[in-house]
């Protein structure tokens, strides 16, 4: 992915991401909403591929955001904790993880030393779907980019019994019994949940909330 600069670059970035899964998810909207043999495939598919360009809007408008606030050059210290995270996560990770005093005080004296240095963030493995975008998954992508998920909960059980059980479903080969009405309505909510998300990124990064308070 190439680098977000401006904030007009990651508004592009964000739109065009948007618009071509938009495109191709209206593919099999319009092929499931017609009568005929082909119908039930289409459907099929469509679960399919609409459970694919909602984990990989998430993933990469997450990333998106997160290389624009990696543009903003700033110290690790001016951000958020969970920007931080990001830059320091192994030594954080030894905290976690060890029982041992001395590795422990060792990647503490190592996080207090850079929080004077510009924050270089590691996006490549900031943000991890576990190829299970579940509602559980998709909160904690967002709270880790500090984006309030309650507008989002009442679509939860959608996303869980709607999308993803049936995409598994479809994965593994097993019926799935869902009309075309029920399928456009389906792509209608998600993408909705995706634009709102999306919302969501381009306010936060407008209003600096990135930034620690002062």
Request: contains cysteine; charged residues 25%; proline residues 2%.
């Amino acid at each position: 992915m190439s680098k977000v600069r401006t904030l007009s670059e990651m508004q592009a970035a964000l739109d065009q991401e948007m618009a071509w899964r938009i495109k191709e998810i209206g593919v099999f909207k319009v092929g499931a909403g017609k009568n005929g043999p082909q119908r039930k495939p289409y459907i099929r598919a469509g679960i399919a591929l609409l459970y694919a360009h909602w984990e990989g809007f998430i993933k990469t408008s997450s990333e998106i955001y997160l290389s624009y606030v990696e543009s903003r050059a700033l110290r690790y210290r001016d951000l958020k904790s969970c920007f931080v995270v990001f830059g320091l996560k192994g030594k954080i990770n030894t905290l976690v993880e060890s029982r041992k005093s001395l590795p422990n005080i060792e990647a503490m004296e190592f996080i207090f030393s850079k929080l004077d240095e510009t924050a270089t963030l590691q996006i490549g493995s900031a943000v991890n779907t576990e190829s299970n975008l579940t509602s559980k998954v998709f909160n904690n992508i967002a709270g880790s980019l500090d984006i309030d998920t309650s507008p989002y909960e009442t679509k939860f059980h959608l996303i869980d019994s709607s999308l993803v059980d049936r995409r598994n479903k479809v994965a593994h080969g097993e019926f799935l019994d869902i009309q075309g009405r029920e399928f456009s309505s389906l792509v209608d909510d998600i993408l909705s949940i995706m634009r709102l998300y999306k919302t969501d990124i381009e306010n936060a990064a407008s209003l600096e909330s990135y930034k620690r308070a002062a």
